[in-house]
């Protein structure tokens, strides 16, 4: 990221240090010629706009432009998530005990009817976190553990119908029996069953919620042996690990936070300068949402941190004001609801941000998933959560002061041949509204300066604006330095070749200018030098 921008903001100083490496390879080539003319040779040219160098920072930015032209520069970050629906919302395990006997009046019966048949039904209520009213559930995972013990000296059977639980299309009605044993007259029964794929209704027919409820029905053969009214059959229920894929009803306020984390928005990490402002930035957030029910999200904070550890905290009414995220009604279960939200300078200090120049930003969402309007039928999924996406957009529309910048080459003066006189001419069309200056300073190997060109002098005036920062025309400029045949030589000992640069939006760096797609620079570097033969 911050190579491809940098190499945005200093595309004209490499071009123009490209152009200075073929002069000196120019020089070289011309070796020790036999004639002494007067010659004028262009070594090099070139025409560029922002627009021919996608290919490079599209690994990094992505870059646009605006209706009106003007360059776009985009980062898209990773996503921040909420925690998934099944680690916030949860059914815990459930225990259920009914017990039932025969009467007097059954008992006397029995003897001359052989067969009994008795009916009951019981009602429960579901656990729940949180106060959670529930409706109905699909479950991915659980079993339900059965278990009945009896002290009926008689064979029977007895059937669970479990009203609310639907499994493989049909009501949940398992049935068991036992023969009678003299020597081992109690009843003991357990039985397991896997609930994945079960559809649980909570609301026993539409009139409540958090209800579950099962019919027993107990068959009783006599078998000559006394039943008392003591006698029993009791049933245990275990419903163990409960996972929900879909579950409805009303669901408590639940809190929520993203994993804090942290962009290396280093965008803008090796820029220098007195002044640098864009007029527009922003971020764009995108919430995601799968939750059947309405979430609000907070930024807990974006901070910013510069090169020195300085840092600079987001404010304004985006941070003081929770966001209301849209969310999927009950047509649309199994769907997501997109929310956009802008950052901008109307409603955060994001102009300042970035003039801070942050190489990093830090930053933490807070959400809460809320109660909707009890009318208003809810639902979540196990993989409900609420994600937001985040692109900072930084419009090429703003002001450099003295953006400054510092590049070492490797370069092998001894290659040089030496000349009486050469000037360098750079000759330059310059449709972009930025002015730029530069020097070339030669170091010998012990870094120790040799020779400075083009001290002070810009390279590149800027192009005509007018009243809104657009070039209208471009600027055309010459630039002549003069090597003397010592200052070659000396050079012959140069083993580093560094590049000053110095960029101002306009003129000096107090306009805001637009830079826009098609804006252009076209450069060419002439050579004029004086052979002796």
Same mark, same amino acid.
């Given at each position: 990221?911050?190579?491809?921008?940098?190499?945005?903001?200093?595309?004209?100083?490499?071009?123009?240090?490209?152009?200075?490496?073929?002069?000196?390879?120019?020089?070289?080539?011309?070796?020790?010629?036999?004639?002494?003319?007067?010659?004028?040779?262009?070594?090099?040219?070139?025409?560029?706009?922002?627009?021919?160098?996608?290919?490079?920072?599209?690994?990094?930015?992505?870059?646009?432009?605006?209706?009106?032209?003007?360059?776009?520069?985009?980062?898209?970050?990773?996503?921040?998530?909420?925690?998934?629906?099944?680690?916030?919302?949860?059914?815990?395990?459930?225990?259920?005990?009914?017990?039932?006997?025969?009467?007097?009046?059954?008992?006397?019966?029995?003897?001359?009817?052989?067969?009994?048949?008795?009916?009951?039904?019981?009602?429960?209520?579901?656990?729940?976190?949180?106060?959670?009213?529930?409706?109905?559930?699909?479950?991915?995972?659980?079993?339900?553990?059965?278990?009945?013990?009896?002290?009926?000296?008689?064979?029977?059977?007895?059937?669970?119908?479990?009203?609310?639980?639907?499994?493989?299309?049909?009501?949940?009605?398992?049935?068991?029996?036992?023969?009678?044993?003299?020597?081992?007259?109690?009843?003991?029964?357990?039985?397991?069953?896997?609930?994945?794929?079960?559809?649980?209704?909570?609301?026993?027919?539409?009139?409540?919620?958090?209800?579950?409820?099962?019919?027993?029905?107990? !068959?009783?053969?006599?078998?000559?042996?006394?039943?008392?009214?003591?006698?029993?059959?009791?049933?245990?229920?275990?419903?163990?690990?409960?996972?929900?894929?879909?579950?409805?009803?009303?669901?408590?306020?639940?809190?929520?936070?993203?994993?804090?984390?942290?962009?290396?928005?280093?965008?803008?990490?090796?820029?220098?300068?007195?002044?640098?402002?864009?007029?527009?930035?922003?971020?764009?957030?995108?919430?995601?949402?799968?939750?059947?029910?309405?979430?609000?999200?907070?930024?807990?904070?974006?901070?910013?941190?510069?090169?020195?550890?300085?840092?600079?905290?987001?404010?304004?009414?985006?941070?003081?004001?929770?966001?209301?995220?849209?969310?999927?009604?009950?047509?649309?279960?199994?769907?997501?609801?997109? !929310?956009?939200?802008?950052?901008?300078?109307?409603?955060?200090?994001?102009?300042?941000?970035?003039?801070?120049?942050?190489?990093?930003?830090?930053?933490?969402?807070?959400?809460?998933?809320?109660?909707?309007?009890?009318?208003?039928?809810?639902?979540?999924?196990?993989?409900?959560?609420?994600?937001?996406?985040?692109?900072?957009?930084?419009?090429?529309?703003?002001?450099?002061?003295?953006?400054?910048?510092?590049?070492?080459?490797?370069?092998?003066?001894?290659?040089?041949?030496?000349?009486?006189?050469?000037?360098?001419?750079?000759?330059?069309?310059?449709?972009?509204?930025?002015?730029?200056?530069?020097?070339?300073?030669?170091?010998?190997?012990?870094?120790?300066?040799?020779?400075?060109?083009?001290?002070?002098?810009?390279?590149?005036?800027?192009?005509?604006?007018?009243?809104?920062?657009?070039?209208?025309?471009?600027?055309?400029?010459?630039?002549?330095?003069?090597?003397?045949?010592?200052?070659?030589?000396?050079?012959?000992?140069?083993?580093?070749?560094?590049?000053?640069? !110095?960029?101002?939006?306009?003129?000096?760096?107090?306009?805001?200018?637009?830079?826009?797609?098609?804006?252009?620079?076209?450069?060419?570097?002439?050579?004029?030098?004086?052979?002796?033969?």
């Amino acid at each position: 990221m911050r190579k491809s921008f940098f190499f945005l903001l200093t595309i004209l100083p490499f071009f123009l240090i490209s152009c200075f490496g073929e002069f000196f390879n120019d020089l070289n080539k011309m070796g020790n010629p036999e004639w002494n003319p007067s010659l004028g040779v262009p070594v090099a040219s070139g025409s560029f706009s922002l627009a021919e160098y996608l290919d490079v920072v599209a690994d990094s930015i992505t870059i646009s432009e605006q209706s009106d032209g003007v360059v776009v520069l985009s980062y898209s970050g990773p996503p921040v998530s909420s925690p998934f629906a099944e680690k916030m919302i949860a059914v815990p395990d459930q225990q259920f005990r009914a017990a039932i006997g025969l009467t007097n009046t059954e008992i006397g019966g029995l003897p001359v009817n052989l067969t009994l048949t008795k009916q009951a039904n019981y009602s429960f209520t579901v656990d729940t976190q949180e106060a959670d009213l529930l409706d109905s559930m699909v479950l991915k995972s659980g079993v339900l553990d059965m278990s009945i013990t009896g002290t009926f000296p008689a064979s029977g059977s007895v059937q669970l119908v479990f009203n609310p639980i639907t499994l493989n299309g049909n009501t949940f009605a398992p049935s068991f029996s036992w023969t009678y044993d003299p020597a081992n007259p109690q009843q003991n029964i357990s039985s397991s069953v896997d609930l994945a794929g079960a559809n649980i209704d909570f609301t026993n027919g539409g009139s409540t919620t958090n209800n579950f409820n099962f019919d027993l029905v107990l !068959t009783i053969n006599y078998e000559g042996q006394p039943i008392s009214s003591g006698d029993s059959l009791i049933v245990n229920l275990q419903m163990s690990n409960p996972r929900f894929g879909k579950v409805f009803g009303k669901f408590a306020q639940r809190n929520f936070n993203t994993e804090p984390d942290t962009v290396f928005f280093s965008l803008l990490d090796s820029i220098m300068a007195d002044t640098f402002y864009l007029a527009n930035p922003q971020i764009n957030l995108a919430f995601s949402n799968s939750f059947g029910l309405p979430v609000s999200a907070s930024l807990a904070g974006i901070t910013a941190v510069n090169t020195q550890g300085q840092t600079m905290p987001l404010s304004g009414t985006i941070i003081n004001n929770p966001v209301t995220v849209n969310y999927p009604d009950i047509n649309q279960v199994g769907q997501a609801v997109n !929310t956009t939200i802008s950052i901008n300078k109307d409603n955060s200090n994001i102009d300042q941000l970035i003039a801070f120049l942050p190489v990093e930003l830090r930053y933490q969402f807070t959400g809460n998933v809320l109660s909707a309007d009890p009318q208003t039928e809810q639902f979540v999924l196990d993989t409900s959560q609420v994600t937001g996406n985040y692109e900072i957009v930084l419009p090429l529309s703003g002001r450099v002061m003295n953006f400054s910048s510092t590049q070492e080459f490797d370069f092998d003066g001894s290659t040089l041949e030496p000349l009486n006189e050469t000037t360098l001419i750079v000759h330059a069309t310059n449709g972009l509204p930025l002015t730029v200056s530069n020097e070339l300073v030669f170091l010998d190997v012990t870094g120790q300066p040799l020779d400075t060109l083009f001290s002070g002098q810009s390279l590149l005036e800027s192009g005509v604006l007018d009243e809104n920062g657009f070039v209208v025309s471009p600027t055309e400029s010459t630039v002549e330095v003069t090597l003397t045949a010592a200052q070659t030589e000396r050079l012959q000992a140069a083993k580093k070749l560094v590049l000053l640069s !110095t960029l101002n939006t306009g003129i000096d760096g107090s306009r805001v200018v637009n830079i826009r797609m098609d804006d252009r620079v076209q450069v060419s570097v002439f050579l004029q030098t004086k052979i002796n033969l």
